[in-house]
């Protein structure tokens, strides 16, 4: 024969472009169009109904950027529509959108007349049946319609001042477009997805596979049967043509997919949280109606705090999705209150994200998620499986290390294990995206993709529109039951992600395993991007841990007398909690988002310190005892941990020796050297007697390098960015200021357009030399590192995570190290060698580096580097521009413990209250190793005393937990606080508590009153 395959498939192309897709919808007419303005920001439905609606002209130009116009649609049905078995009656409508970017530009609600959500309208989703309307033949509804600007501009990244309202503009962006009564002929578009479906997977079977020019033959012998000036007269006879080739059963062998329906709608992005609220319940909307056609449909929901919106703000859609929970359509995954970052938050924020989400679904659904869901956040800590094991779920889902630059993740189907020894069942899915269409080229790139053949059998497909919302379609749905049991397919089953993990946990037993963090090896720039608001993250999780312990202590110490804030404890939390969103918090949002996110840091912050003021008062009494109040997990200035004494005063006092080229400040326990321009030329602590900075070398080193990543400016940090680096070495002024309390030595500079000034202090007593960098910042495409060579052969750095910290080395021996060129840590870094250490601290930063060289002397020198600010010009033009104060610590010949206790001594600053009376602490533990990370009141009002502790220092540590108060027992919880079995914990006589704790282990305690 001859070759004609491609002018067979070109023929198909032009002949569903131009005669199938038109005939879809044969007869329309156009509604006649009202509509009222939105003056500011969104109001609800029944606010804007009662508005007057004023004529509308069709076609016309609407909408400045986030505005919102009502429109009021209004006609009539002819009599004779909809009455044939292969057509019913849609009213579409295009709001000025086009195909391409679903979810990223404007959008529309469907409302009936009464105050109920009908649908969304949206590019790929823009019909409503009559038959929500309410029956009958009249037409007569209204569309919310948003003008979301399209931030993105085709991922050009280019600055942009669409994403902030105050220089959006006030232009319209988009113009109407049909909006019409149509009859929708069901059989062609039953055709359509008919070829959709066969065409997807004809071009994805080899040339030399039969069913390829089978299936490339029926779609010929369709449009030869079939009358192009007659498409829907002809539909059926189009269809009969292809049921053989679409009846074709599917190998045995062939994968399955078990496909569930989902939108990831980002819960603040490219639009503010506001915009999210809506983005929400249109797509929520969606998938109910689709779920009310089709019961075989279901749809998977990650985030509490969506639902917990859809609550307050869409109470009868919410009534609507409780029903489809009942049903097992609408299947609440995940358990965690938003899909969170998991490299920045710390441990308990970690932790309250599964103890806030899975309890809301519970509460509101009788649903316990056993699944955490995280597709799309930037890397997962190496702690995440001991927490999720903790909150009582079994399995783990990701999607985004698909994103990897450099190295591919061996395994799809495995066991991940925590940095304490839990192993987690995870699944990556390797359709590798979490918006998929269920077309063939993605099927078939799932079964061509998995790594994990001949072992595992299947593997799961998120689909559906998601990141700006939209979810399922029904095409999409068409699209699953044709390829359930498709020759050439895989078999795609629509489901739970529960079934699937259920099934691919039982065949699948002798699972590869994962060992630590899954790194992504993209978005790095992520840790540092937007300062303000990681310090607003780092500040609350603080502030929040200093409020429930007083206030615990309170409540027990005072009885009746105090009551224990939980509604407002809560909904704090639950803040801080939703700007840990993997949008949010890693700073890769529009402008918008973080105004609100700073502006809410502020609220927190005042909320939570009149919390802690007016609970340490009443601990107190009126008095004029000095007292510091000390919320840290160890001992501080002879005050004991979480208690409140007068604190004792450190001594000797601080020398400072001018020298020729400087200054020597010294307390006794450490001397630092600093060069007339301020660097620090030598550190050294006089326990060990060695100096911490490199031979010639000098540490407090700010450095400013080129930062212009190839895309994601936000995001991304290439590699590359080292190349140009300019160190700023001179000075604009050295001052020394004198107190009783130590010494500070003022530093000024300024580089380009911006002025640095830094406040290096040393205190009495302390272990540590302090540096506090305040830039008025105002470069572009600008990244300012802080410097410390050292002079430690390190062979790798230990980085805080959650309820731990995680080793990664400081060579580049395989392609995996080389990937990690920035790496994320907490509150400190650590670097050692054999008997000697040094820590960095931080008050609010997460990026860092480490790099190693050998000298011609022979010594290593291991530079920490600790990332201050970036200025990235996409998608907020105006990121990090301001005033920022960022704080550091050295702590020279410190150990892993000294690197923890400098964590909590930079984040939790010395806190001063007048009484009469010191505050015992409710409990103490005998051995430092083992960290109290959170003191409160128990979940469920009983008034027993919840305590969340773990080993610190990578061993096995012992100790003896003391409850100091009247304590008729103890007994280990879940993050949930339900009874649970622990190894570790062994519950002695009265109120103590013996410990054996792992590396690592996380043990939640309940002290019973």
């Not at 071009?203 to 007659?230: G, N």
């Not at 869901?373 to 783990?396: C, H, M, N, T």
């Not at 050295?734 to 000024?748: H, I, L, M, N, T």
Request: glycine share 8%; proline share 6%.
């Amino acid at each position: 024969m001859h070759d004609d395959r491609r002018i067979t498939e070109q023929r198909l192309d032009r002949f569903v472009r131009e005669r199938i897709l038109p005939a879809i919808y044969g007869r329309a007419i156009p509604l006649q169009l009202s509509s009222w303005d939105a003056p500011g920001e969104p109001v609800p439905a029944a606010e804007a109904l009662r508005q007057v609606f004023t004529p509308q002209e069709p076609g016309s130009a609407w909408g400045r950027a986030w505005s919102t116009k009502w429109l009021r649609l209004q006609g009539e049905v002819p009599q004779d529509w909809g009455m044939t078995d292969s057509t019913t009656v849609e009213i579409i409508v295009d709001l000025g959108f086009n195909s391409d970017v679903p979810g990223f530009q404007c959008e529309g609600t469907a409302w009936r007349s009464d105050g109920s959500i009908i649908k969304a309208i949206s590019p790929r989703n823009f019909h409503v049946p009559l038959k929500l309307l309410g029956g009958g033949h009249s037409v007569d509804f209204y569309v919310e319609a948003a003008a979301n600007p399209d931030v993105a501009q085709g991922w050009s990244f280019a600055p942009t001042p669409l994403g902030d309202r105050a220089t959006s503009g006030d232009e319209p962006r988009y113009r109407l477009g049909r909006i019409a009564i149509a009859e929708l002929n069901e059989t062609v578009w039953e055709l359509n997805q008919d070829i959709w479906t066969l065409s997807g997977l004809m071009h994805e079977l080899p040339m030399d596979m039969p069913r390829r020019h089978e299936i490339l033959r029926a779609l010929e012998r369709m449009m030869d049967i079939m009358d192009p000036d007659d498409v829907a007269g002809t539909a059926a006879a189009g269809r009969a043509e292809l049921r053989q080739v679409l009846s074709r059963p599917a190998y045995a062998s062939a994968h399955e997919l078990l496909a569930t329906g989902h939108a990831h709608i980002d819960s603040a992005w490219l639009w503010p949280v506001r915009e999210t609220i809506r983005k929400c319940a249109r797509t929520f909307s969606n998938v109910v109606a689709l779920m009310d056609e089709d019961p075989d449909f279901v749809f998977s929901c990650s985030s509490a705090q969506q639902m917990a919106w859809m609550k307050e703000f869409f109470p009868e859609l919410f009534v609507r999705i409780r029903e489809k929970v009942k049903a097992g359509q609408f299947v609440p995954v995940g358990g965690m209150w938003v899909e969170s970052d998991t490299n920045m938050p710390g441990g308990e924020a970690m932790a309250r994200q599964f103890v806030e989400g899975k309890s809301f679904f519970l509460n509101e659904f009788d649903i316990e998620c056993q699944e955490a869901w995280l597709p799309d956040s930037f890397g997962y800590s190496g702690a995440i499986p001991q927490i999720v094991k903790e909150a009582g779920s079994r399995w783990f889902l990701t999607q985004k290390i698909s994103w990897n630059k450099v190295n591919r993740m061996p395994h799809h189907t495995f066991a991940w294990e925590g940095i304490d020894g839990t192993r987690l069942f995870t699944h990556f899915p390797p359709v590798d995206t979490y918006n998929a269409e269920l077309h063939g080229r993605e099927l078939a790139h799932a079964q061509r993709n998995y790594r994990d053949h001949g072992r595992g059998t299947m593997s799961l497909v998120p689909f559906g529109y998601g990141d700006g919302g939209g979810g399922p379609t029904r095409e999409m749905v068409a699209a699953a039951h044709r390829t359930a049991d498709l020759e050439g397919s895989p078999k795609v089953r629509m489901g739970t992600a529960k079934d699937f993990f259920t099934k691919a946990e039982a065949e699948y037993t002798n699972l590869p395993v994962w060992v630590g963090e899954m790194y992504l090896e993209m978005h790095r720039g992520t840790y540092t991007s937007q300062a303000k608001t990681k310090r607003g993250n780092r500040r609350s999780e603080h502030l929040l841990r200093e409020a429930e312990l007083w206030c615990a202590t309170a409540a027990v110490r005072l009885g009746a007398a105090y009551s224990y804030p939980t509604d407002e404890l809560k909904r704090l939390w639950r803040l801080v909690l939703l700007q840990q969103f993997h949008d949010i918090l890693p700073g890769s949002s529009i402008a918008w988002v973080h105004q609100d996110a700073e502006r809410n840091y502020e609220a927190i912050a005042r909320n939570l310190e009149d919390i802690i003021n007016h609970a340490a008062q009443a601990l107190v009494g009126e008095g004029e005892q000095l007292l510091l109040l000390n919320a840290a997990p160890h001992q501080r200035n002879g005050v004991p941990a979480l208690g409140a004494a007068e604190a004792t005063k450190p001594a000797p006092s601080v020398h400072v020796e001018e020298l020729e080229d400087g200054y020597a400040l010294d307390n006794g326990i450490i001397r630092a050297v600093l060069s007339k321009d301020g660097l620090l030329t030598s550190l050294v602590d006089y326990l060990s007697g060695r100096d911490a900075i490199a031979p010639g070398q000098a540490g407090n080193l700010l450095e400013l390098f080129r930062d212009t990543p190839n895309e994601w400016d936000a995001w991304d940090i290439e590699e590359f960015y080292r190349r140009n680096v300019t160190p700023l070495t001179q000075a604009d002024g050295v001052d020394v200021e004198r107190s009783p309390a130590g010494v500070v030595v003022v530093v000024k500079r300024k580089v380009g357009a911006s002025t640095i000034t830094q406040r290096l202090t040393l205190d009495a007593g302390a272990a540590s030399l302090g540096i506090a960098t305040t830039v008025d910042w105002q470069e572009r495409e600008k990244m300012l590192k802080i410097a410390f060579p050292l002079d430690v052969r390190a062979d790798r750095s230990a980085s805080e995570t959650q309820f731990g910290h995680v080793f990664r080395p400081t060579h580049t021996n395989t392609s995996w190290e080389a990937a990690k060129f920035e790496i994320c840590a907490h509150r400190w870094i650590h670097v050692a060698e054999p008997g000697y250490g040094v820590a960095v601290s931080n008050s609010s930063s997460y990026g860092h580096d480490v790099t190693r060289a050998v000298r011609a002397d022979g010594g290593t020198t291991t530079t920490v580097r600790t990332s201050l600010l970036r200025s990235a010009r996409f998608p907020d033009p105006e990121a990090d521009r301001g005033e920022h104060t960022l704080e550091v610590t050295i702590r020279p010949g410190a150990a892993i413990a000294d690197a923890v206790e400098e964590g909590y001594r930079t984040n939790l600053k010395p806190r001063f209250i007048s009484g009469e009376r010191p505050v015992e602490p409710l409990l103490s533990v005998s051995n430092p190793a083992i960290v109290v990370e959170a003191v409160k009141l128990a979940e469920d009002d009983s008034g027993d005393v919840i305590v969340r502790l773990y080993e610190s220092l990578g061993e096995r540590s012992t100790g003896l937990l003391t409850a100091n108060f009247e304590c008729s027992d103890a007994v280990a919880t879940d993050l949930l606080e339900r009874p649970t079995e622990a190894a570790a914990v062994d519950v002695e006589q009265g109120p103590l508590v013996k410990l054996v704790l792992r590396p690592f282990q996380l043990v939640t305690l309940r002290l019973i009153r």
